[in-house]
């Protein structure tokens, strides 16, 4: 990918988060294998103190004014992908030129999404226009949650992306060093971030003349009273960063008034300081608790007391902490993950601009019929679609399914919930309908739920896609079944490539949802040689995360439950058949750009995670970011069970562009953390039913 970057500053780190925030990113993203050109206004501060002028991984060039911009014309329109900063200068005219010139996708990356939208309330951003958002084909935001409906449903987002910043653990790591500080602070002054400043550090300074407290950063006004135990550092290079937190035995962080109001708005020193392992303490606000458990890897404060006691805790205690948000780092928040969120959306982005969708308004959507849309894949696809600015219908018998599920999807005026068997004729209001896309996902997954009811899983495999069909040739939709890799039965060739023709057992337990599986895509393919349907096939392998049933007898989901509960773990024969597990958000980018693939029919397509491992390494790993103190048992093999199960995806890569992109362990991580959670009852407005 060839990306060009319009940003407040690559040069310097003097007094601004972008310098930091933007290196971590676009060296990740360089890494792996795209091609930046980071475009920097020329300003006599920064030039001043500049502290990078040639990096290694793109090409920083300078430009005077918006004039001198066009010296960089050929590149832009050669680019991918362009993206502006926030607080450019004349941000808003570099935004249409670049809007003017680009060829390919555009995209906006807010760091201060909440001061943005004040500003933009009160007519005073200098750097963006309200009536640019819908003209950037994604919306980057620091600030996730509520903001990025909001950036959708109020400003006509295509397509509002959380991207938070980062730190590298290559840079920001553990140091051995004499503790000189017991709280410390970096940041550069704010007028609202000054007041919990005061009362979370002063205060607390004032009243412990004992201790030893810092803040570093410049702007700081002459007519503020430090007391004599706080020091003060005017500039702190993001080379001594690490330096500094080694030396505090914990390091406070405030976030900014709008982004607290906001939620989900993590700064970039939190993450700087949870990389070097030093303990945290932060002012409180929505969406914290999903980056870093408070009380195990960091501390929440709103007083001073709480401040004060947070000191007086045992030193080990303290470094437990640090460790543990240093691991949390790891697993989730540094920028190799954050390269990753910006490439997958901006490739989505390019395909729906390659297909003419933007997605700028309702009116431009898709209708689009979603069968078995309650159950796990299907209630993620149905939030996906959403999110993209589709108009869904999720059909579902609730045999399977949960409205639990919905929950969110059931807040939005486009989404309709209608309780149906597709095993039954199709009601007339579904039936008259215009739809776009059909996306059948209606049948049990798991073995002990498609072996419940034998006959209805056949019947849902031929009479419910038959219907599904029928539907689709009647409207003019395309339709996309979900197959399974059960369809290779016990294979006997690894890994398994959509060629081979499998080893099924057609009299076996199994056979009600491997053969009923075949038989859907016989009858899908039959469509498709006889002209009636557009029609497309996902062979889907073994897919894990948030919203398993824990009652499904899924491998995934039976681990964790066990292993959270400190119940036995069941492993079933010698443990060592192997499976390939992909993470549903990779699952469903995968459906997605097969439902879009355009030209001649690429037929069935595998769709999982090339990365195979045995069932014993899993439940180790999961025993490991559990803690659970689970005993081993070992079961009897069911009948049928494949012994060794990893996909050949080397025709999604080269038809879709496709590949899983979520490392086993962070998956596992959000997984295990959503069946930790306590489970929230169904509430919010009732679906609009419509059957």
């Not at 492993?571 to 060592?576: H, L, Q, V, W």
Request: hydrophobic share 40%; with cysteine.
């Amino acid at each position: 990918m060839r990306l060009v970057v319009l940003g407040l500053s690559l040069s310097s780190a003097w007094g601004n988060g972008h310098a930091v925030t933007f290196r971590a990113l676009l060296s990740a993203f360089a890494a792996r294998g795209h091609e930046i050109l980071f475009l920097e206004r020329e300003t006599p501060w920064y030039a001043a103190h500049r502290d990078l002028s040639d990096p290694d991984y793109c090409r920083l060039a300078f430009y005077s004014d918006l004039r001198d911009l066009d010296r960089y014309g050929e590149a832009v329109r050669g680019a991918d992908a362009v993206m502006v900063g926030s607080y450019v200068p004349d941000g808003i005219e570099v935004g249409r030129w670049v809007r003017r010139t680009a060829k390919g996708v555009v995209a906006f990356y807010d760091i201060d999404t909440p001061v943005t939208l004040a500003r933009l309330a009160q007519g005073e951003c200098d750097y963006l226009a309200a009536g640019q958002i819908p003209d950037y084909d994604v919306y980057f935001s620091f600030t996730g949650g509520p903001t990025l409906a909001r950036l959708e449903q109020e400003l006509d987002s295509p397509a509002a992306r959380a991207l938070y910043c980062s730190a590298d653990p290559a840079t920001y790591r553990p140091q051995q060093a004499e503790k000189r500080w017991d709280l410390s602070y970096l940041g550069t002054y704010s007028v609202d971030r000054q007041p919990t400043l005061e009362r979370l550090l002063l205060e607390p300074a004032r009243r412990l003349p004992g201790r030893r407290f810092v803040v570093a950063g410049p702007q700081y006004p002459d007519d503020i009273a430090w007391p004599a135990n706080v020091e003060r550092i005017d500039h702190l290079p993001p080379a001594e960063h690490s330096t500094f937190y080694a030396a505090s035995r914990f390091t406070l962080n405030v976030t900014r008034a709008d982004m607290r109001a906001a939620g989900h708005s993590p700064s970039i020193r939190l993450f700087e300081a949870a990389s070097c392992g030093c303990p945290i303490i932060s002012d409180t606000w929505p969406g914290l608790e999903t980056l870093f458990t408070p009380g195990e890897e960091i501390i929440l404060a709103e007083t001073g007391d709480a401040v004060v006691d947070a000191l007086s805790r045992p030193a080990a205690a303290v470094q437990a902490m640090g460790e543990a948000a240093r691991r949390r780092l790891l697993s989730q928040h540094t920028p190799s993950h954050r390269a990753q969120t910006l490439e997958r959306e901006l490739i989505a982005a390019m395909r729906a601009k390659t297909k003419d969708r933007p997605m700028k308004s309702i009116s431009d959507s898709q209708t689009i019929l979603v069968a078995g849309g309650a159950g796990f894949l299907g209630s993620h696809l149905c939030d996906r679609l959403l999110a993209d600015g589709h108009h869904v219908v999720c059909l579902d018998n609730l045999q399977t399914g949960d409205l639990v599920n919905l929950e969110s999807a059931m807040k939005q005026s486009r989404f309709e919930f209608v309780r149906h068997d597709v095993v039954e004729p199709l009601p007339e209001r579904i039936v008259e309908r215009k739809f776009d896309r059909i996306y059948d996902l209606a049948c049990a997954a798991s073995p002990p739920q498609y072996q419940q009811d034998p006959e209805h899983t056949m019947l849902t495999c031929v009479l419910g896609v038959s219907h599904m069909l029928k539907l689709a040739e009647k409207t003019g939709a395309r339709l996309l079944l979900t197959s399974t890799s059960e369809v290779y039965g016990d294979p006997e060739v690894h890994p398994q490539p959509e060629t081979y023709r499998g080893n099924v057992n057609p009299i076996g337990p199994r056979a009600c949802y491997d053969e009923g599986k075949r038989a859907a895509e016989s009858l899908v393919f039959d469509y498709d040689r006889a002209g009636r349907s557009d029609v497309r096939v996902a062979r889907i392998f073994n897919t894990y995360g948030p919203r398993l049933s824990a009652a499904d007898g899924r491998v995934v989901s039976n681990l964790i439950t066990q292993a959270l509960a400190d119940a036995p773990i069941t492993i079933y024969g010698d443990g060592e058949q192997s499976r390939s597990f992909c993470y549903v958000d990779d699952m469903i980018s995968g459906l997605i750009a097969l439902m879009e693939h355009e030209g001649p029919q690429p037929g069935p397509i595998n769709l999982g995670n090339p990365v195979e491992l045995s069932v014993s390494e899993l439940v180790r790993l999961i025993l490991d970011l559990t803690g659970s103190g689970s005993e081993i048992e070992h079961g009897p093999l069911p009948i049928d069970d494949p012994r060794r199960r990893r996909p050949d995806i080397g025709k999604a890569e080269a038809v879709l562009g496709w590949r899983p992109t979520t490392a086993l362990e962070d998956g596992l991580r959000r997984t295990i953390d959503w069946f930790d959670a306590d489970r929230r009852p169904l509430r919010g407005e009732q679906p609009a039913l419509i059957a």
